[in-house]
């Protein structure tokens, strides 16, 4: 993948982990989130999962960040950090308002609506 | 890259109205916890002066921006705060039905952690806030965050908008809304981190720089090609555009109408500043050099994508509310269909950035207007109306329980027919004002096959509009399901603005498009007489 | 339109002086541009008494006032009359492109589309002002008292607001200084008729004949539009001056003067006959005078003025004031002339056998209207307009006497059940009028109606090769004066007897009222048998429903009187002026405007008019001009007197006459006169039931083919909707896989697309 980014200057050694490798392990994270939140039912799994893929984004934000020799990428990933914690408050308060109602975490029970 | 003390006070002017709107809320906030019934009901009084305030600000005070599309901020803030201040009188009595009904009897008494109009009202302001800061945003980070506002309150809205028996379906409509809107964020963010990767800035006039390079020396950089289609995509769920357009129906319908109204509006809106600043960066000319008359110069890819996405959402959207029995399925789904609709504008561009008729950009941000007063208003007159001997839903449901409404509740019933035919784009109404630039635009920009489709679906879009025109004005009422006003005086009130303005916003077009048309439009010639005035670096300069 | 008119009479005077410089200064061309404003105040003022529920006659003395005004305006500049003028009321049209330089090079000629709201005042003009404004404001005199039963309803003022809108489009129409104005009072007179004939709305038969107007017009209204069109894309222009100007169009004239007509192209020759059907249209000639007579349903005023006296004679005036249009075409004119000579014999043969008195006036109309084509291409627009102004007298003359009549026998029209009306108390002034008018249709000796049909006559058998047409103008002219005083004699001396007719109160307001039940449009019953009269001897029809005649009020009388004395008054003018004894005053007129001799291409043209005698047919062989005059009286007098023995002469009882006993002898002849030789029931043939079979067969293919196809339309979207309705399972997994899968195939069809 280095090549797509030929015009920016590499400041990585030859034998250090290169921006590639973190660009894999952000995107690896992405798809493991993408596939968890499509295949699990259980909502607290299911809004980790939507957290996993936040933090690969945060993962290749930092990535870029040192690539390009600026602070735009960390100052982005603390905000996202921020978003993520409201978030998952909101998913927890959730989480507690529909098994009260059901007795369940399964996604799956809440499918009245269709068509 | 850190923003400097100097950039945040150069970036204050632009936010007054959000300022306002945040004070407001900050108010509301704590108004609503007062254990006095009257005080409580002061929060909607105070939302509406905040409103009113920042619709004020920033129609007077919002100077010129730096962006590519420097008019918006003014134009989008007034629309918003104007919509939104119907939205609001639509909004009263969402919450806090039951409670204040058990403590009239006397059998509990107020209990702060109960209560939720508190919450409600300063969501419902939040929410507004961060559709404003989006109009505001030269960030890629400011955009996020500001998108995140938008959304963050309203799945907490669509949760708390019904209790009691219903409550299940909110919160069916709640969950869906949460986890796929959280889906979605996920991806315009990793798409966000791409653009930032691909171009080394998250300011979108350096990503617009970034790409000018780029495109000089051999196309633009992969990585943020892939981040700018998938934070397109991404966005696209805040528009409902296919494929994120799933969640749209089964929210609507399980949330109450005036929540489903502002949802129709607010997040929708988001997006469409969202892409609209999003697609800015890759390079619209508006004919700078003066040569070609317009036109757009978007990559290929992005063009593709934004094609496929306009024609498949309008044709989804239109062929799956011809199956629906629900007016407001009904509407979820034509919301769908406008959000195509719109997408055509969105590609057809800025054309030379004069005249409305050119400006597919221009064309949006009206349409945007007239779909949300006329979407308001159909939903309103759901929200007006309970049914009495319901036996699983106070709420108007289908659309047999429309018949005769013209007869039963006149006002209801003809602004129904008005906005129903206002949304069909029937052409005295406002919708048809708002088709035409698009319909217009896109020519202008070469779009012919888009075109064909957008007139298609605005014809299979007649069926279902027509029978909620036809289920009030030509039936004779259902005398089995009896309807009787829910007893909010406002909400009548807003279903007679949107009315009004579907009718009366038409005869002042005029003027709105050309508001739209300059909020849309370039900077204008005497800019190189302003240029040193103001330092071309945004808040995040290198 | 009201900020035009403010526009136009603040632009007024400038305006004026700024157009007065065609040809002579502007004196009086303001009075002339007050004519449309104050028919339009009219129109205003009027409309506010119907919104302001006025429910007096104060409608009928505004239009009065107003129109008064408007005839004192034109009767001022015609006596200060010094030359032709020209005045701008304001820029109406103005329209121009072209001029871009396209891709291929050259350049794109610009051109312009002028039409200003602009007059054209020459003699003309006057002469046809100066009737139509006088007329205008007598017949709304006598339409004040005409109309009184209605005073109380709304359609009193209604009525008045379209009279003065008919003027004002009339006033359009003759002053415009361009076709393009002319064409806005051409369907504003439609319109107007239109309305006025469906006045009484109630009515389906009124309903149906202003239908009938309307659409038979709108026939001769495509013809003038092409017409117009055609003088634009040919000439460039649609001023009269300019045309006329134009070095093209006078090359063209000139090759017609030559006799060298092929050399014209033949969409130029088609221009005129473009405007003549137009003509044909507006001034009931064959094959579309089908409405005049049904336009009878109207107000009795309203046919005076305008179904007898003015609109009608739009066509005349189109062709003479177009003359030289019409002089570039080798057919036009002879085919404007057997169309008239047709016309004026058809009608004439019809008008015969009518029982309804009205209707025979309106036959009557149709066949003089023929007589003034037939004037017009015989190559004397003199006489044709001669003929115009003195049959606007006496026409008008006869409708309204036929009209007071109507009005004081409760709408009985049939002459079988009238007779003897002169001698009843009170009515021994509209008798008198009609006998004078009756005279003048008749072409008594030394009337005015004879000298101008005169003047047709001689000039038909003068000009060579229509000696055909003169011969079938003089036996229609022998037959008018036959069933003109069949009418006289039958209903207005003889015994006395009267049957009312069935509108209840004896006023034309019963017909406004649907509670009648059954339409009564047809007053005389043609089948009706006649024994059932023998009752009502004279005097005794008062005792059954105790009815009484109710004779007319000093309006109508006043207007009657005026116009007899009006119809006697104008002889003089055939003896006055340049052309005395051939015209006279009114040939005065008619010469020094565009009807008139050619300014610049003077021809064969000039020579017809009145009496310039290059070339001379014969009338068996004596110069016509000469004893046309003894030939005519005799032929006049001899209907008169045929007349005379068929229905006067020891006729006995209203029902019955001797012309009874010659119905025998003529066969089926007069049944098929009756039945107006079964025209309509042809045109219904040949044009309705097509139409009809048409229509039901393009329902069968909508039925089959275009529902087919748009049930398929409707089917495609629903089948697509059911195809896609399992995404929506509700299930939050799915829809996440459907979007996961949806970006994931987006990207990948873009990145295969990329690749």
Same mark, same amino acid.
């Given at each position: 993948?280095?090549?797509?980014?030929?015009?920016?200057?590499?400041?990585?050694?030859?034998?250090?982990?290169?921006?590639?490798?973190?660009?894999?392990?952000?995107?690896?994270?992405?798809?493991?989130?993408?596939?968890?939140?499509?295949?699990?039912?259980?909502?607290?799994?299911?809004?980790?999962?939507?957290?996993?893929?936040?933090?690969?984004?945060?993962?290749?934000?930092?990535?870029?960040?040192?690539?390009?020799?600026?602070?735009?990428?960390?100052?982005?990933?603390?905000?996202?950090?921020?978003?993520?914690?409201?978030?998952?408050?909101?998913?927890?308060?959730?989480?507690?308002?529909?098994?009260?109602?059901?007795?369940?975490?399964?996604?799956?029970?809440?499918?009245?609506?269709?068509? | 890259?850190?923003?400097?003390?100097?950039?945040?006070?150069?970036?204050?002017?632009?936010?007054?109205?959000?300022?306002?709107?945040?004070?407001?809320?900050?108010?509301?906030?704590?108004?609503?916890?007062?254990?006095?019934?009257?005080?409580?009901?002061?929060?909607?009084?105070?939302?509406?002066?905040?409103?009113?305030?920042?619709?004020?600000?920033?129609?007077?005070?919002?100077?010129?921006?730096?962006?590519?599309?420097?008019?918006?901020?003014?134009?989008?803030?007034?629309?918003?705060?104007?919509?939104?201040?119907?939205?609001?009188?639509?909004?009263?009595?969402?919450?806090?039905?039951?409670?204040?009904?058990?403590?009239?009897?006397?059998?509990?008494?107020?209990?702060?952690?109960?209560?939720?109009?508190?919450?409600?009202?300063?969501?419902?302001?939040?929410?507004?806030?961060?559709?404003?800061?989006?109009?505001?945003?030269?960030?890629?980070?400011?955009?996020?965050?500001?998108?995140?506002?938008?959304?963050?309150?309203?799945?907490?809205?669509?949760?708390?908008?019904?209790?009691?028996?219903?409550?299940?379906?909110?919160?069916?409509?709640?969950?869906?809304?949460?986890?796929?809107?959280?889906?979605?964020?996920?991806?315009?963010?990793?798409?966000?981190?791409?653009?930032?990767?691909?171009?080394?800035?998250?300011?979108?006039?350096?990503?617009?720089?970034?790409?000018?390079?780029?495109?000089?020396?051999?196309?633009?950089?992969?990585?943020?090609?892939?981040?700018?289609?998938?934070?397109?995509?991404?966005?696209?769920?805040?528009?409902?555009?296919?494929?994120?357009?799933?969640?749209?129906?089964?929210?609507?319908?399980?949330?109450?109408?005036?929540?489903?109204?502002?949802?129709?509006?607010?997040?929708?809106?988001?997006?469409?500043?969202?892409?609209?600043?999003?697609?800015?960066?890759?390079?619209?000319?508006?004919?700078?050099?003066?040569?070609?008359?317009?036109?757009?110069?978007?990559?290929?890819?992005?063009?593709?994508?934004?094609?496929?996405?306009?024609?498949?959402?309008?044709?989804?959207?239109?062929?799956?509310?011809?199956?629906?029995?629900?007016?407001?399925?009904?509407?979820?789904?034509?919301?769908?269909?406008?959000?195509?609709?719109?997408?055509?504008?969105?590609?057809?561009?800025?054309?030379?950035?004069?005249?409305?008729?050119?400006?597919?950009?221009?064309?949006?941000?009206?349409?945007?207007?007239?779909?949300?007063?006329?979407?308001?208003?159909?939903?309103?007159?759901?929200?007006?109306?309970?049914?009495?001997?319901?036996?699983?839903?106070?709420?108007?449901?289908?659309?047999?329980?429309?018949?005769?409404?013209?007869?039963?509740?006149?006002?209801?019933?003809?602004?129904?027919?008005?906005?129903?035919?206002?949304?069909?784009?029937?052409?005295?109404?406002?919708?048809?004002?708002?088709?035409?630039?698009?319909?217009?635009?896109?020519?202008?920009?070469?779009?012919?096959?888009?075109?064909?489709?957008?007139?298609?679906?605005?014809?299979?879009?007649?069926?279902?509009?027509?029978?909620?025109?036809?289920?009030?004005?030509?039936?004779?009422?259902?005398?089995?399901?009896?309807?009787?006003?829910?007893?909010?005086?406002?909400?009548?009130?807003?279903?007679?603005?949107?009315?009004?303005?579907?009718?009366?916003?038409?005869?002042?077009?005029?003027?709105?498009?050309?508001?739209?048309?300059?909020?849309?439009?370039?900077?204008?010639?005497?800019?190189?007489?302003?240029?040193?005035?103001?330092?071309?670096?945004?808040?995040?300069?290198? | 339109?009201?900020?035009?008119?403010?526009?136009?009479?603040?632009?007024?005077?400038?305006?004026?002086?700024?157009?007065?410089?065609?040809?002579?200064?502007?004196?009086?061309?303001?009075?002339?541009?007050?004519?449309?404003?104050?028919?339009?105040?009219?129109?205003?003022?009027?409309?506010?008494?119907?919104?302001?529920?006025?429910?007096?006659?104060?409608?009928?003395?505004?239009?009065?006032?107003?129109?008064?005004?408007?005839?004192?305006?034109?009767?001022?500049?015609?006596?200060?009359?010094?030359?032709?003028?020209?005045?701008?009321?304001?820029?109406?049209?103005?329209?121009?492109?072209?001029?871009?330089?396209?891709?291929?090079?050259?350049?794109?000629?610009?051109?312009?589309?002028?039409?200003?709201?602009?007059?054209?005042?020459?003699?003309?003009?006057?002469?046809?002002?100066?009737?139509?404004?006088?007329?205008?404001?007598?017949?709304?005199?006598?339409?004040?008292?005409?109309?009184?039963?209605?005073?109380?309803?709304?359609?009193?003022?209604?009525?008045?607001?379209?009279?003065?809108?008919?003027?004002?489009?009339?006033?359009?129409?003759?002053?415009?200084?361009?076709?393009? $104005?002319?064409?806005?009072?051409?369907?504003?007179?439609?319109?107007?008729?239109?309305?006025?004939?469906?006045?009484?709305?109630?009515?389906?038969?009124?309903?149906?004949?202003?239908?009938?107007?309307?659409?038979?017009?709108?026939?001769?209204?495509?013809?003038?539009?092409?017409?117009?069109?055609?003088?634009?894309?040919?000439?460039?222009?649609?001023?009269?001056?300019?045309?006329?100007?134009?070095?093209?169009?006078?090359?063209?004239?000139?090759?017609?003067?030559?006799?060298?007509?092929?050399?014209?192209?033949?969409?130029?020759?088609?221009?005129?006959?473009?405007?003549?059907?137009?003509?044909?249209?507006?001034?009931?000639?064959?094959?579309?005078?089908?409405?005049?007579?049904?336009?009878?349903?109207?107000?009795?005023?309203?046919?005076?003025?305008?179904?007898?006296?003015?609109?009608?004679?739009?066509?005349?005036?189109?062709?003479?004031?177009?003359?030289?249009?019409?002089?570039?075409?080798?057919?036009?004119?002879?085919?404007?002339?057997?169309?008239?000579?047709?016309?004026?014999?058809?009608?004439?043969?019809?008008?015969?056998?009518?029982?309804?008195?009205?209707?025979?006036?309106?036959?009557?109309?149709?066949?003089?209207?023929?007589?003034?084509?037939?004037?017009?291409?015989?190559?004397?627009?003199?006489?044709?307009?001669?003929?115009?102004?003195?049959?606007?007298?006496?026409?008008?003359?006869?409708?309204?006497?036929?009209?007071?009549?109507?009005?004081?026998?409760?709408?009985? $029209?049939?002459?079988?059940?009238?007779?003897?009306?002169?001698?009843?108390?009170?009515?021994?002034?509209?008798?008198?009028?009609?006998?004078?008018?009756?005279?003048?249709?008749?072409?008594?000796?030394?009337?005015?109606?004879?000298?101008?049909?005169?003047?047709?006559?001689?000039?038909?058998?003068?000009?060579?090769?229509?000696?055909?047409?003169?011969?079938?103008?003089?036996?229609?002219?022998?037959?008018?004066?036959?069933?003109?005083?069949?009418?006289?004699?039958?209903?207005?001396?003889?015994?006395?007897?009267?049957?009312?007719?069935?509108?209840?109160?004896?006023?034309?307001?019963?017909?406004?009222?649907?509670?009648?039940?059954?339409?009564?449009?047809?007053?005389?019953?043609?089948?009706?048998?006649?024994?059932?009269?023998?009752?009502?001897?004279?005097?005794?029809?008062?005792?059954?429903?105790?009815?009484?005649?109710?004779?007319?009020?000093?309006?109508?009388?006043?207007?009657?009187?005026?116009?007899?004395?009006?119809?006697?008054?104008?002889?003089?003018?055939?003896?006055?002026?340049?052309?005395?004894?051939?015209?006279?005053?009114?040939?005065?007129?008619?010469?020094?405007?565009?009807?008139?001799?050619?300014?610049?291409?003077?021809?064969?043209?000039?020579?017809?008019?009145?009496?310039?005698?290059?070339?001379?047919?014969?009338?068996?062989?004596?110069?016509?001009?000469?004893?046309?005059?003894?030939?005519?009286?005799?032929?006049?007098?001899?209907?008169?007197?045929?007349?005379?023995?068929?229905?006067?002469?020891?006729?006995?009882?209203?029902?019955?006459?001797?012309?009874?006993?010659?119905?025998?002898?003529?066969?089926?002849?007069?049944?098929?006169?009756?039945?107006?030789?079964?025209?309509?029931?042809?045109?219904?043939?040949?044009?309705?039931?097509?139409?009809?079979?048409?229509?039901?067969?393009?329902?069968?293919?909508?039925?089959?083919?275009?529902?087919?196809?748009?049930?398929?339309?409707?089917?495609?979207?629903?089948?697509?909707?059911?195809?896609?309705?399992?995404?929506?399972?509700?299930?939050?997994?799915?829809?996440?896989?459907?979007?996961?899968?949806?970006?994931?195939?987006?990207?990948?069809?873009?990145?295969?697309?990329?690749?």
């Amino acid at each position: 993948m280095m090549h797509l980014l030929a015009q920016a200057n590499p400041p990585a050694p030859m034998h250090a982990v290169t921006l590639g490798h973190y660009l894999f392990v952000s995107a690896a994270m992405f798809a493991i989130g993408l596939i968890g939140f499509v295949s699990r039912r259980n909502l607290i799994i299911m809004f980790l999962c939507t957290e996993l893929m936040f933090q690969a984004a945060g993962i290749a934000l930092i990535a870029f960040s040192r690539f390009h020799l600026n602070h735009t990428g960390e100052t982005f990933v603390i905000f996202v950090l921020t978003v993520a914690a409201a978030e998952a408050a909101m998913a927890l308060a959730l989480v507690v308002l529909l098994f009260r109602r059901r007795e369940s975490l399964s996604g799956e029970e809440w499918a009245s609506m269709k068509g | 890259m850190i923003l400097g003390a100097a950039s945040i006070a150069e970036k204050i002017p632009f936010l007054w109205p959000e300022i306002a709107a945040f004070l407001a809320t900050c108010v509301v906030m704590v108004v609503g916890l007062s254990p006095n019934l009257g005080t409580r009901r002061l929060c909607a009084p105070i939302a509406g002066l905040g409103l009113v305030a920042a619709g004020v600000l920033a129609a007077f005070t919002t100077p010129e921006g730096t962006g590519p599309l420097p008019f918006l901020m003014p134009f989008a803030k007034v629309v918003l705060c104007g919509v939104g201040l119907v939205l609001l009188l639509l909004a009263s009595g969402v919450v806090d039905r039951d409670e204040e009904a058990v403590i009239a009897a006397g059998k509990a008494t107020f209990n702060p952690l109960r209560t939720n109009r508190a919450e409600f009202y300063a969501f419902f302001l939040f929410s507004l806030t961060g559709l404003m800061l989006c109009a505001s945003a030269d960030d890629l980070i400011w955009l996020f965050l500001a998108l995140e506002l938008t959304s963050l309150p309203t799945y907490i809205m669509v949760t708390m908008s019904r209790t009691g028996r219903d409550g299940a379906r909110s919160c069916e409509a709640g969950v869906k809304y949460f986890f796929l809107g959280a889906l979605g964020a996920a991806m315009f963010l990793y798409g966000f981190a791409l653009l930032y990767g691909g171009t080394g800035t998250t300011s979108l006039r350096g990503i617009e720089r970034a790409f000018v390079s780029q495109s000089g020396s051999g196309g633009i950089n992969s990585i943020a090609m892939v981040g700018m289609l998938l934070s397109i995509v991404g966005v696209g769920f805040k528009i409902a555009a296919v494929p994120m357009h799933l969640y749209t129906p089964d929210v609507y319908e399980g949330s109450a109408s005036p929540v489903a109204a502002f949802l129709a509006f607010v997040p929708k809106t988001a997006g469409f500043l969202a892409i609209i600043l999003l697609v800015s960066t890759m390079g619209w000319t508006f004919a700078r050099d003066g040569s070609a008359a317009g036109g757009h110069s978007l990559p290929q890819l992005v063009l593709l994508t934004l094609w496929v996405m306009a024609a498949l959402t309008m044709t989804v959207g239109n062929v799956l509310a011809l199956l629906q029995k629900s007016v407001r399925r009904i509407l979820a789904y034509s919301s769908i269909a406008h959000s195509g609709y719109m997408l055509v504008g969105v590609i057809a561009g800025p054309g030379d950035g004069t005249s409305i008729t050119r400006n597919g950009i221009a064309a949006v941000l009206f349409y945007l207007l007239c779909y949300g007063l006329m979407n308001v208003g159909a939903f309103a007159v759901l929200a007006c109306l309970d049914r009495k001997a319901g036996d699983d839903s106070p709420e108007l449901e289908t659309v047999d329980d429309l018949r005769g409404l013209c007869s039963s509740h006149p006002v209801l019933g003809w602004t129904m027919v008005v906005c129903a035919l206002g949304l069909m784009g029937f052409p005295p109404l406002l919708g048809f004002f708002a088709k035409v630039p698009l319909f217009t635009s896109a020519i202008a920009a070469g779009e012919i096959p888009l075109v064909i489709v957008l007139g298609l679906n605005s014809a299979i879009a007649a069926f279902y509009y027509l029978q909620l025109v036809a289920a009030p004005m030509l039936e004779a009422p259902d005398t089995t399901v009896r309807t009787e006003p829910t007893g909010h005086a406002a909400r009548p009130m807003a279903a007679l603005i949107s009315a009004a303005s579907v009718v009366g916003v038409a005869v002042a077009s005029g003027p709105l498009m050309e508001a739209g048309a300059k909020a849309g439009g370039k900077p204008v010639a005497k800019k190189p007489a302003e240029q040193p005035k103001r330092p071309p670096s945004g808040p995040s300069g290198h | 339109m009201l900020s035009g008119i403010l526009n136009s009479l603040a632009a007024l005077m400038p305006a004026a002086e700024a157009g007065g410089d065609l040809l002579h200064p502007p004196k009086g061309a303001m009075l002339m541009l007050a004519v449309p404003v104050l028919t339009l105040v009219g129109v205003l003022a009027c409309t506010i008494c119907a919104v302001a529920r006025v429910r007096t006659k104060l409608p009928a003395w505004i239009s009065v006032a107003c129109l008064a005004g408007a005839f004192g305006c034109v009767l001022a500049t015609f006596l200060g009359y010094e030359g032709p003028r020209h005045a701008v009321g304001f820029e109406w049209i103005h329209l121009q492109w072209g001029g871009e330089t396209p891709r291929g090079g050259g350049q794109v000629p610009i051109r312009a589309l002028h039409a200003n709201f602009g007059l054209y005042v020459d003699t003309l003009t006057l002469l046809w002002m100066l009737f139509v404004t006088g007329l205008a404001t007598l017949i709304a005199l006598y339409a004040s008292e005409y109309m009184a039963g209605d005073v109380r309803t709304a359609g009193y003022s209604r009525f008045f607001v379209a009279f003065n809108l008919f003027v004002f489009s009339m006033s359009c129409l003759v002053m415009a200084d361009n076709l393009l $104005l002319l064409y806005l009072g051409w369907e504003g007179v439609g319109l107007c008729s239109y309305l006025l004939i469906g006045y009484f709305y109630k009515k389906p038969s009124a309903v149906a004949a202003a239908k009938k107007a309307f659409i038979v017009n709108r026939i001769g209204d495509l013809g003038l539009a092409l017409g117009i069109m055609l003088i634009f894309v040919k000439f460039g222009t649609v001023e009269y001056a300019t045309l006329l100007a134009d070095s093209k169009f006078q090359g063209f004239l000139a090759a017609a003067t030559a006799g060298d007509f092929a050399s014209i192209p033949w969409d130029i020759q088609l221009i005129p006959a473009l405007l003549m059907i137009g003509a044909f249209g507006k001034s009931a000639q064959f094959p579309l005078y089908v409405w005049l007579p049904d336009a009878m349903e109207g107000p009795t005023p309203v046919s005076a003025l305008i179904h007898a006296a003015t609109m009608v004679t739009a066509g005349v005036f189109l062709i003479a004031r177009t003359f030289w249009v019409f002089q570039v075409s080798e057919y036009a004119l002879p085919i404007v002339a057997w169309i008239g000579a047709i016309t004026a014999l058809l009608a004439a043969t019809i008008g015969m056998a009518q029982f309804d008195i009205k209707r025979i006036m309106a036959y009557s109309t149709v066949s003089q209207l023929g007589y003034m084509f037939a004037g017009l291409g015989v190559m004397t627009s003199v006489g044709a307009a001669f003929h115009v102004f003195t049959h606007a007298f006496f026409k008008a003359l006869l409708f309204l006497a036929c009209g007071a009549v109507m009005h004081g026998f409760a709408g009985q $029209l049939d002459l079988r059940k009238l007779s003897g009306v002169q001698k009843m108390p009170g009515w021994r002034i509209v008798g008198v009028t009609m006998l004078v008018g009756c005279l003048n249709l008749a072409g008594f000796p030394l009337l005015a109606g004879f000298w101008s049909k005169d003047m047709i006559l001689a000039q038909a058998f003068a000009e060579p090769g229509y000696s055909a047409v003169g011969w079938v103008l003089l036996l229609t002219a022998g037959l008018t004066a036959y069933y003109t005083f069949r009418v006289y004699f039958r209903v207005f001396v003889g015994p006395q007897h009267f049957e009312p007719g069935d509108e209840v109160h004896g006023h034309d307001d019963a017909h406004g009222h649907g509670d009648h039940g059954h339409a009564h449009a047809e007053p005389a019953h043609d089948g009706h048998g006649h024994g059932d009269h023998a009752g009502h001897a004279h005097g005794s029809g008062g005792g059954q429903h105790g009815f009484h005649p109710h004779p007319p009020g000093w309006a109508i009388n006043l207007v009657l009187v005026v116009l007899a004395i009006g119809a006697f008054a104008i002889i003089p003018l055939n003896f006055i002026g340049e052309h005395a004894g051939h015209g006279g005053w009114a040939a005065d007129m008619v010469h020094h405007s565009t009807a008139g001799p050619l300014p610049a291409g003077a021809g064969h043209a000039a020579e017809g008019h009145g009496g310039g005698h290059a070339e001379h047919g014969t009338f068996l062989g004596m110069d016509p001009h000469k004893v046309m005059y003894y030939v005519s009286g005799v032929v006049g007098i001899v209907g008169i007197g045929i007349a005379f023995v068929l229905h006067l002469a020891g006729r006995t009882e209203a029902a019955r006459s001797r012309a009874d006993g010659l119905l025998p002898a003529l066969g089926p002849i007069p049944g098929w006169a009756q039945h107006k030789w079964y025209v309509d029931e042809f045109y219904d043939f040949l044009i309705r039931t097509p139409l009809w079979v048409a229509a039901h067969l393009f329902h069968l293919v909508d039925k089959l083919i275009v529902d087919g196809l748009v049930n398929l339309f409707g089917f495609i979207p629903r089948a697509l909707g059911k195809a896609i309705r399992p995404s929506q399972s509700g299930v939050l997994h799915g829809y996440a896989l459907a979007m996961a899968g949806g970006v994931a195939f987006l990207l990948l069809i873009v990145l295969m697309a990329a690749l």
